[in-house]
Protein backbone atom coordinates (compact mmCIF):
# COMPACT_ATOMS: atom_id res chain seq x y z
CA UNK A 1 0.00 0.00 0.00
CA UNK A 2 0.62 3.79 -0.23
CA UNK A 3 3.40 4.90 2.33
CA UNK A 4 4.47 8.35 3.52
CA UNK A 5 7.93 8.86 4.36
CA UNK A 6 9.32 11.14 6.07
CA UNK A 7 12.72 13.25 6.83
CA UNK A 8 14.30 13.92 9.15
CA UNK A 9 12.97 12.13 12.60
CA UNK A 10 14.58 14.61 14.60
CA UNK A 11 15.84 18.29 14.39
CA UNK A 12 17.15 20.35 16.79
CA UNK A 13 17.89 24.09 16.01
CA UNK A 14 18.82 27.20 17.54
CA UNK A 15 16.23 29.87 18.08
CA UNK A 16 16.36 32.02 14.80
CA UNK A 17 17.83 29.36 12.19
CA UNK A 18 15.13 27.98 9.59
CA UNK A 19 14.33 24.32 9.79
CA UNK A 20 12.65 21.98 6.77
CA UNK A 21 10.92 18.94 6.84
CA UNK A 22 10.51 16.59 3.89
CA UNK A 23 7.71 14.45 2.96
CA UNK A 24 7.92 11.70 0.11
CA UNK A 25 4.81 9.46 -1.27
CA UNK A 26 5.52 5.82 -3.04
CA UNK A 27 3.19 7.14 -5.12
CA UNK A 28 0.74 10.20 -7.10
CA UNK A 29 -0.72 11.88 -4.33
CA UNK A 30 -3.96 13.86 -5.20
CA UNK A 31 -3.40 16.11 -2.60
CA UNK A 32 -0.89 16.12 0.86
CA UNK A 33 -2.14 17.99 4.19
CA UNK A 34 0.49 18.79 7.19
CA UNK A 35 -0.23 18.75 10.51
CA UNK A 36 1.13 20.16 14.03
CA UNK A 37 1.22 18.54 17.36
CA UNK A 38 2.48 20.37 20.06
CA UNK A 39 3.93 18.20 23.00
CA UNK A 40 1.44 16.86 25.02
CA UNK A 41 -1.47 17.64 22.56
CA UNK A 42 -2.96 16.40 19.53
CA UNK A 43 -2.53 17.05 15.81
CA UNK A 44 -3.74 21.04 14.41
CA UNK A 45 -4.80 20.91 10.54
CA UNK A 46 -2.67 23.64 9.41
CA UNK A 47 -2.77 23.45 5.54
CA UNK A 48 -4.09 21.63 1.88
CA UNK A 49 -1.56 21.64 -0.87
CA UNK A 50 -3.49 20.16 -4.09
CA UNK A 51 -2.19 21.76 -7.52
CA UNK A 52 1.23 19.89 -8.68
CA UNK A 53 4.31 22.90 -7.98
CA UNK A 54 1.91 24.13 -5.36
CA UNK A 55 3.16 27.17 -2.72
CA UNK A 56 1.64 28.45 0.34
CA UNK A 57 2.73 30.65 2.99
CA UNK A 58 1.48 30.94 6.31
CA UNK A 59 3.82 34.03 7.96
CA UNK A 60 7.29 32.45 8.67
CA UNK A 61 5.92 28.56 7.42
CA UNK A 62 6.38 28.11 3.73
CA UNK A 63 4.83 24.48 2.00
CA UNK A 64 5.36 23.08 -1.11
CA UNK A 65 3.68 20.36 -3.93
CA UNK A 66 6.63 18.52 -5.72
CA UNK A 67 5.90 19.11 -9.56
CA UNK A 68 5.20 15.45 -9.56
CA UNK A 69 2.79 15.57 -6.84
CA UNK A 70 5.08 12.91 -4.70
CA UNK A 71 6.54 14.78 -2.16
CA UNK A 72 6.04 18.42 -0.25
CA UNK A 73 8.25 20.45 1.99
CA UNK A 74 7.79 22.19 5.18
CA UNK A 75 9.69 25.29 5.27
CA UNK A 76 9.91 27.37 8.69
CA UNK A 77 12.02 30.63 8.30
CA UNK A 78 13.33 32.29 11.75
CA UNK A 79 12.19 29.39 14.15
CA UNK A 80 10.34 30.79 17.52
CA UNK A 81 10.20 29.09 20.39
CA UNK A 82 6.31 28.38 19.68
CA UNK A 83 7.63 26.88 16.98
CA UNK A 84 8.29 23.56 19.10
CA UNK A 85 6.69 20.48 18.29
CA UNK A 86 5.92 17.79 15.92
CA UNK A 87 5.21 17.89 12.09
CA UNK A 88 3.30 15.61 10.13
CA UNK A 89 2.51 15.22 6.43
CA UNK A 90 -0.17 13.06 5.71
CA UNK A 91 -1.92 11.74 1.83
CA UNK A 92 -5.08 10.40 1.08
CA UNK A 93 -5.71 6.35 0.53
CA UNK A 94 -8.21 6.18 -1.80
CA UNK A 95 -11.07 8.18 -1.24
CA UNK A 96 -11.83 7.47 2.11
CA UNK A 97 -8.39 7.35 4.73
CA UNK A 98 -5.75 9.65 5.51
CA UNK A 99 -2.40 8.35 5.80
CA UNK A 100 0.67 9.87 7.94
CA UNK A 101 4.10 9.73 8.29
CA UNK A 102 6.08 9.25 10.76
CA UNK A 103 7.02 13.02 11.74
CA UNK A 104 9.50 15.50 12.25
CA UNK A 105 10.17 16.65 15.89
CA UNK A 106 11.27 20.02 16.37
CA UNK A 107 13.36 21.11 19.34
CA UNK A 108 14.36 24.62 19.84
CA UNK A 109 17.21 25.77 21.56
CA UNK A 110 16.16 29.77 22.95
CA UNK B 1 -18.60 23.56 20.63
CA UNK B 2 -16.59 21.20 21.91
CA UNK B 3 -15.59 19.70 18.35
CA UNK B 4 -14.02 15.66 19.38
CA UNK B 5 -14.08 14.70 23.06
CA UNK B 6 -12.69 11.16 24.04
CA UNK B 7 -13.28 9.86 27.60
CA UNK B 8 -10.79 8.49 28.91
CA UNK B 9 -8.32 10.66 28.94
CA UNK B 10 -6.34 8.29 30.65
CA UNK B 11 -6.35 4.39 31.91
CA UNK B 12 -4.35 1.65 33.07
CA UNK B 13 -5.48 -2.02 32.31
CA UNK B 14 -3.74 -5.66 33.21
CA UNK B 15 -3.21 -8.00 30.10
CA UNK B 16 -6.42 -9.44 29.17
CA UNK B 17 -8.79 -6.92 30.88
CA UNK B 18 -11.40 -5.10 28.56
CA UNK B 19 -12.24 -1.91 28.32
CA UNK B 20 -13.95 0.70 25.39
CA UNK B 21 -12.61 4.55 24.25
CA UNK B 22 -15.49 6.41 23.44
CA UNK B 23 -15.06 9.11 20.90
CA UNK B 24 -17.86 12.00 20.55
CA UNK B 25 -17.87 14.68 17.74
CA UNK B 26 -20.77 17.71 17.73
CA UNK B 27 -19.87 18.86 14.19
CA UNK B 28 -22.14 16.72 12.63
CA UNK B 29 -19.69 14.93 10.36
CA UNK B 30 -19.81 11.74 8.58
CA UNK B 31 -16.40 10.60 8.78
CA UNK B 32 -14.49 9.27 12.00
CA UNK B 33 -10.89 7.49 12.44
CA UNK B 34 -9.42 5.83 15.10
CA UNK B 35 -5.45 6.18 15.26
CA UNK B 36 -2.97 5.18 17.48
CA UNK B 37 0.28 7.41 18.23
CA UNK B 38 3.58 4.95 19.33
CA UNK B 39 7.26 6.41 19.38
CA UNK B 40 8.49 6.76 15.69
CA UNK B 41 5.92 5.71 14.00
CA UNK B 42 3.32 8.22 13.35
CA UNK B 43 -0.13 8.01 13.43
CA UNK B 44 -1.54 4.72 12.50
CA UNK B 45 -5.24 4.45 11.31
CA UNK B 46 -6.89 1.55 13.18
CA UNK B 47 -10.54 1.69 12.26
CA UNK B 48 -12.51 3.99 10.58
CA UNK B 49 -16.15 4.89 9.54
CA UNK B 50 -17.65 6.63 6.55
CA UNK B 51 -20.85 7.14 7.91
CA UNK B 52 -23.69 5.89 10.84
CA UNK B 53 -23.81 2.22 10.96
CA UNK B 54 -20.50 1.50 9.24
CA UNK B 55 -17.13 0.22 9.81
CA UNK B 56 -14.15 -0.44 8.06
CA UNK B 57 -10.61 -1.47 8.81
CA UNK B 58 -7.33 0.37 8.74
CA UNK B 59 -3.77 -0.34 9.10
CA UNK B 60 -3.72 -2.36 12.27
CA UNK B 61 -6.99 -3.60 13.12
CA UNK B 62 -6.40 -6.33 14.71
CA UNK B 63 -6.87 -6.85 18.68
CA UNK B 64 -9.60 -3.96 17.78
CA UNK B 65 -13.36 -3.56 17.66
CA UNK B 66 -15.42 -0.72 16.33
CA UNK B 67 -18.91 0.94 16.56
CA UNK B 68 -21.02 3.88 15.24
CA UNK B 69 -24.20 3.55 16.20
CA UNK B 70 -25.01 7.26 16.33
CA UNK B 71 -23.50 9.10 14.02
CA UNK B 72 -21.65 11.20 16.82
CA UNK B 73 -20.31 8.56 18.65
CA UNK B 74 -17.58 6.37 17.34
CA UNK B 75 -16.52 3.53 19.67
CA UNK B 76 -13.27 1.70 19.92
CA UNK B 77 -12.77 -1.76 21.82
CA UNK B 78 -10.31 -3.71 22.93
CA UNK B 79 -11.82 -7.23 24.28
CA UNK B 80 -8.22 -8.61 25.34
CA UNK B 81 -5.69 -5.95 26.25
CA UNK B 82 -2.30 -6.40 26.06
CA UNK B 83 0.91 -5.17 26.58
CA UNK B 84 1.65 -4.19 22.61
CA UNK B 85 -1.37 -1.90 22.72
CA UNK B 86 -0.16 0.34 25.38
CA UNK B 87 -0.35 3.50 22.98
CA UNK B 88 -2.09 6.91 22.87
CA UNK B 89 -5.13 6.70 20.91
CA UNK B 90 -6.30 10.12 19.21
CA UNK B 91 -10.36 10.16 17.42
CA UNK B 92 -10.16 11.95 14.67
CA UNK B 93 -13.40 13.37 12.26
CA UNK B 94 -13.77 15.29 8.94
CA UNK B 95 -17.19 16.39 6.69
CA UNK B 96 -15.32 15.97 3.46
CA UNK B 97 -13.56 12.56 2.26
CA UNK B 98 -9.81 12.88 3.80
CA UNK B 99 -8.90 13.31 0.49
CA UNK B 100 -10.46 16.37 0.25
CA UNK B 101 -11.00 17.93 3.67
CA UNK B 102 -9.06 18.70 7.09
CA UNK B 103 -9.57 16.06 10.00
CA UNK B 104 -10.12 17.27 13.57
CA UNK B 105 -8.59 15.60 16.24
CA UNK B 106 -9.54 14.77 19.58
CA UNK B 107 -7.13 15.37 22.73
CA UNK B 108 -6.18 12.17 23.18
CA UNK B 109 -6.10 8.77 25.50
CA UNK B 110 -3.51 7.44 27.02
CA UNK B 111 -3.71 3.95 27.50
CA UNK B 112 -1.35 1.40 29.57
CA UNK B 113 -1.75 -2.36 29.23
CA UNK B 114 0.73 -4.10 32.35
Known amino acids: GQQVMQIPQYQHVQEGEDFTTYCNSSTTLSNIQWYKQRPGGHPVFLIQ?????EVKKQKRLTFQFGEAKKNSSLHITATQTTDVGTYFC??????????FGQGTRLTINP | NAGVTQTPKFRVLKTGQSMTLLCAQDMNHEYMYWYRQDPGMGLRLIHYSVGEGTTAKGEVPDGYNVSRLKKQNFLLGLESAAPSQTSVYFCASSRQRPNTGELFFGEGSRLTVL
Open chain 1, 90 to 99: AGPQGAQKLV
Open chain 1, 49 to 53: LVKSG
